[in-house]
């Protein structure tokens, strides 16, 4: 199903250890990730637009997590890094430390499949159950398990 976030976690682009503890900094090192995505058409063209998205707002949600993102031309379809950090980073423009930051590039002729992601990741979130086991998964592949069977709760019938 389109705009599923489990089928955009790959464990190779999750990031359990990031060293940089400045925004810009920590931002490199997750997006990265991406560079050698095979749906990142340009990864330097997204990277700056990422960073522009940022400059013009906090992408802080709350509850020490972060969602940089850019629409853009440079993807072919949704993408997505995600980082972690122990000691936390400083997002100097909302004052807060992030330990969670979900890196999303997404077309811009595709919003619907991005917004339910979007909207996926924020009711995962809200849920501190759901972080402390996002903050405790010991690899990405268990960090990506937690994630799926969080997102499958949700869309279990009732």
Do not use: W
Not at 24 to 43: G, I, Q
Not at 49 to 56: C, D, G, Q, Y
Not at 148 to 156: G, I, K, S, V
């Amino acid at each position: 199903m389109p705009g599923r976030l489990s089928q955009l976690l790959d464990p190779n682009r999750i990031n359990l250890h990031v060293q940089g503890t400045k925004r810009t900094v920590a931002l490199n090192e997750v997006a990265r990730l991406l560079s050698t995505h095979p749906e990142v058409a340009n990864f330097d063209g997204f990277y700056n637009e990422l960073l522009a998205r940022e400059r013009l707002d906090t992408t802080y949600l709350g509850n020490e997590i972060a969602l940089p993102h850019a629409r853009t031309e440079h993807v072919k379809s949704i993408v997505l890094a995600i980082g972690r950090s122990d000691t936390g980073i400083h997002f100097e423009n909302c004052n807060q430390t992030v330990r969670l930051m979900f890196i999303l590039g997404t077309p811009k002729s595709n919003p619907t499949d991005y917004l339910m992601v979007v909207s996926t990741l924020c009711k995962i979130l809200k849920e501190p159950a759901n972080r402390e086991t996002l903050m405790g998964a010991a690899t990405p592949e268990e960090f990506a398990a937690a994630l799926t069977a969080a997102e499958a709760r949700l869309f279990a019938p009732a």
